[in-house]
């Protein structure tokens, strides 16, 4: 029997109108709009691209949003006192650093000047430090929208046999954290991993988050596992996007699969606004 699909694009969709909901709520009740302000060092052509639909996804919703252009030669102090001014405003709740910054630039050091009380992406060490502590706020975007796809979707972490194949900051590792904290089983994989097909195999629960087109093969997963496939890799060539499993013989074995795309990549930026609006709601004044 072929799994069933984790469909994302709608759960997300699902998301967005409860939000807009909840956004008409704070206005109307306590005066708050919820307001995102998105800071874009450089002219990175995919970066420019996911700000600004960034931006309109927080306006579709009722947010506020800006998107703060700073230019590709910022030293590290100018885009430090941008986010300081933020941290300052009241009217701003959440402030995102578009991931990466230019190479000049020490990324962890301006994740930091970000006030953890609007910190909605999740990744500063403060966020990331509160998520091994198990009392975070506010969750890197990726993982928290693939913990809510499947709860969503009624699927049981608890006691589960989890792998994550992947350690980056803003994905693998506080995935993996996400999973632990909902009491699974979790092994961490990386390039250093030795028989990862065997490891794989081991999953009731696989996430990917590598970044190389199907590389992990359809006999690798575990009859009924659900999958997660965190991967967005451009088939060379072409205008096709794949994910980092083999779909099309995975969906023969697993019991859930998200596909690539319309899976994880739409629960993300649902993530940014929801963990925005819990901003406003939780310190707006
Ligand atoms: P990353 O920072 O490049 O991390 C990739 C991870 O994969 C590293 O931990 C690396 O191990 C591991 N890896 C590489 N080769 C491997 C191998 N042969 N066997 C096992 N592990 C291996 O990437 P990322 O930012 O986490 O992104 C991963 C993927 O998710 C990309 O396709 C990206 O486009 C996608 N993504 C999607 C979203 C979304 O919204 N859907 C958001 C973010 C990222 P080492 O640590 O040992 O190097």
């Known amino acids: 029997m072929e799994a069933k699909i984790l469909d994302g694009s709608a759960v997300a ?6 939000l807009a909901q909840r956004v008409e709520k704070l206005k109307s009740e306590r005066g708050i709009t919820p307001r995102l302000s998105v800071i874009l060092v450089g002219t990175d052509p995919a970066s420019v691209t996911y700000t600004k639909m960034k931006k309109k996804a927080s306006e579709a919703i009722g947010m506020l949003s800006d998107l703060i252009e700073l230019p590709e030669d910022s030293t590290q102090e100018q885009v430090k006192d941008v986010i300081r001014g933020l941290n300052e405003d009241p009217t701003v709740h959440g ?3 578009q991931h990466p910054v230019p190479k000049h630039l020490d990324e962890l050091d301006i994740l930091a000047t970000v006030a953890v009380e609007k910190d909605v992406d999740g990744i500063s060490a403060l966020s990331l430090g509160r998520l091994v502590l198990g009392n975070a706020d506010f969750v890197s975007c990726t993982p928290l929208g693939i913990i809510t796809l499947m709860e969503r979707y009624g699927i049981e972490i608890k006691g589960k046999e989890a792998v994550v194949v ?3 900051i803003i994905l693998g590792k506080p995935a993996a954290l996400a999973l632990l904290e909902r009491n699974a089983t979790v092994t961490i994989c990386h390039s250093r991993t030795q ?3 065997e ?3 081991r999953a009731d629960i696989l996430v990917a988050a590598i970044g190389k087109a199907e590389f992990i093969k359809g006999d690798w997963i575990k009859m009924g596992a659900v999958v997660i496939d965190a991967g967005y890799n451009r088939v060379e060539g072409t205008k096709t996007d794949v994910g980092d499993v ?3 013989e995975a969906v ?9 795309p319309g899976g994880v990549g739409p629960m993300t930026i649902a993530m940014l606004l929801a963990q925005t609006v819990k901003a406003a709601n939780k310190y707006g004044r």
């Open 95 to 97: 402030i995102l650093v």
């Open 166 to 168: 992947g350690r980056s």
């Open 195 to 197: 028989n990862l097909p």
């Open 199 to 201: 490891v794989v195999r």
């Open 13 to 18: 969709k699902e998301i967005r109108a409860e």
């Open 246 to 248: 083999e779909f099309n």
């Open 252 to 260: 023969k074995r697993a019991s859930y699969i998200t596909p690539v």
